[in-house]
């Protein structure tokens, strides 16, 4: 039971989203709080968590010094000016502003820099940015959580639990909010309902894509390395846990090139566990959109109807456009709308106009015709269609013109200029 406890609870850290890399918050029971990821485990012993910021909380008594210092806000990292505005702990006017941070002298002559004091006393507690290794029991941590994904992210890793049921059994796919290491671990499920569950009646935990548009090492902030007893190593992501009766093992997927496969490892023969950065890891955003919206690259726009006339629409010089520079020789266009359905989708058609030079009178005019739908259009490189209904249509352009993004059943379109 021990080792099926730490080894599902430091698997865990694969749950979450990463910003820099805190992909975890540990809540200590002296009242610490650590935000980062676990770096390494071996069974049996502590594990090692590499934090990017804290509040670390000490006993008084054992803190023989507390060195004070003024720093000026200019000096102050990124982090710790969002932190100190936010709390506001800084004086003066403007970038003349200071605030004191200070450096922690323990009995042992232990020195800790650059933290902000907190409270002092009975207990010592402070908040620093500065990356450290902690060497921390499973019996420090009261419990590991995971901050939820933002709508907008359509990157990440969720978990696909194999429950106990009664007699039965059933599975459970949600995104991992928290974990009380040996106890309970809890998903958010699609209907925005959090469930709690046992630990002792997980059968299989598998890690799954969120977006079925990347893969899954395009998902996961941090990579699996594995070493085994018999000194073999192998890196990738660990894709699943399985703790059936005499089973037992992980299946950890790693690449070969582009070619993604699988090894079975049993968990009794495994010696260390490592956890490294992602270089692969590559968030992808969505927009939130209402029904009928529409934006390309991002930039709102505003719909023109076109007239037909001899079989051409015209396009004036003071209809709205959207300008948009070329970087490089192509530009990479994109689309991005709440569609009611599939046909609106395919009734959209970016085509390259023409400009008017067989009349001195319409030097600025544009024109297209049903012809240009069919000779002159572009084809999408891509379409995909978000978990919130958002539809982005991917294009690469290569020429610079005015192109019309055409509605040819209500006839509107969005003008856009690629320079």
């Not at 989203?17 to 029971?29: D, E, G, I, P, R």
């Not at 040996?182 to 997980?202: A, H, K, P, Q, R």
């Not at 009349?359 to 005019?365: F, G, L, P």
């Not at 958002?390 to 690469?396: A, E, I, N, Q, V």
């Amino acid at each position: 039971m021990k080792m099926r406890i730490f080894i599902y609870a430091f698997l865990l850290c694969i749950c979450a989203s990463a910003k820099a890399q805190v992909v975890q918050t540990l809540n200590l029971k002296n009242g610490s709080v650590l935000y980062g990821f676990t770096k390494n485990q071996k069974p049996g012993s502590n594990i090692i968590f590499s934090s990017e910021k804290a509040i670390i909380v000490m006993e008084g008594k054992s803190v023989k010094e507390i060195i004070p210092r003024k720093v000026g806000y200019k000096t102050l990292s990124d982090e710790w000016k969002h932190w100190a505005e936010e709390n506001e702990v800084l004086y003066g006017l403007g970038d003349s502003r200071e605030m004191t941070l200070s450096t922690v002298v323990d009995a042992s002559g232990r020195t800790v820099s650059d933290v902000y004091i907190l409270e002092k006393g009975q207990h010592v507690k402070y908040a620093e940015f500065s990356r450290r290794d902690y060497s921390l029991d499973w019996s420090d941590i009261v419990s590991i959580e995971y901050a939820k994904r933002p709508n907008t992210l359509l990157s990440g890793v969720n978990r696909s639990l194999t429950v106990k049921s009664g007699n039965m059994s059933k599975t459970v796919i949600g995104q991992c909010l928290k974990e009380i290491p040996g106890v309970s671990t809890y998903l958010l499920e699609e209907d925005g309902v959090v469930e709690s569950f046992d630990m002792n009646d997980i059968i299989k935990d598998n890690s799954i894509k969120n977006n079925p548009n990347q893969s899954i090492f395009e998902q996961s902030p941090l990579l699996d390395e594995i070493q085994m007893k018999n000194g073999s190593v192998y890196k990738g992501i660990v894709t699943e846990r399985n703790y059936e009766e005499n089973l037992n093992y992980f299946l950890i997927t790693s690449l070969n090139g582009d070619v993604e496969y699988t090894t079975s490892l049993k968990m009794a023969d495994v010696a260390e566990f490592r956890k490294l950065p992602n270089p692969d890891f590559k968030q992808v955003f969505d927009i939130l959109l209402r029904p009928g919206d529409l934006v390309v690259n991002r930039n709102e726009v505003e719909k023109v109807k076109l007239t037909e006339s001899n079989d051409k629409f015209e396009i004036k010089p003071d209809m709205k456009r959207l300008d948009l520079k070329r970087k490089g020789a192509s530009l990479d266009l994109d689309v991005e709308s709440n569609f009611k359905n599939n046909r609106d989708v395919q009734n959209y058609l970016l085509i390259r106009t023409h400009k008017i030079t067989n009349d001195k009178k319409k030097t600025d005019y544009y024109e297209f015709s049903y012809a240009d739908m069919i000779k002159s259009s572009l084809s999408p490189n891509e379409i995909v269609t978000s978990m919130n209904n958002t539809t982005k249509l991917s294009y690469f352009v290569n020429s610079p013109a005015l192109y019309v993004l055409f509605n040819k059943e209500t006839k509107e379109a969005v003008l856009i200029n690629v320079e």
